[in-house]
Nanobody
Framework: QVHLVESGGGLVQAGGSLTLSCVVS????????VGWYRQAPGKQRELVAF???????TYADSAKARFTISRDFGKNTVYLQMNSLKPEDTADYYC???????????WGQGTQVTVSS
């Protein structure tokens, strides 16, 4: 059974930092692209960043220069370091694991991030 378990969300003041973690189990972690998406109230889910099995990163424009995605193959974990947080970063953040070229696409339950002004 596949599990993606996020942690690290919370309440932070604008300008602060948070690091989200997602532990992945039940799949061959090294074969998947993993990433983070977010969904603010009343809005669609959007990409924040993803990292391929080869280590290539892609960021949404809103995340560039502030967020850093990384993965630890030994711990089957993907991280999202978020700096200089803004109130507009407030959302539920979801971990995703996808194997391109297949239908394998898995989601975590989400972790809430709230940035106060």
């Amino acid at each position: 059974q596949v599990h993606l378990v996020e942690s690290g969300g919370g309440l932070v003041q604008a300008g602060g930092s948070l690091t989200l973690s997602c532990v992945v189990s039940g799949i061959s972690f090294s074969m998947y692209t993993v990433g983070w998406y977010r969904q603010a109230p009343g809005k669609q889910r959007e990409l924040v960043a993803f990292i391929t099995s080869g280590g290539s990163n892609t960021y949404a424009d809103s995340a560039k220069a502030r967020f850093t995605i990384s993965r630890d193959f030994g711990k089957n974990t993907v991280y999202l370091q978020m700096n200089s947080l803004k109130p507009e970063d407030t959302a539920d953040y979801y971990c995703n694991a996808r194997r391109w070229g297949t239908t394998a696409n898995f989601w975590g339950q989400g972790t809430q991030v709230t940035v106060s002004s």
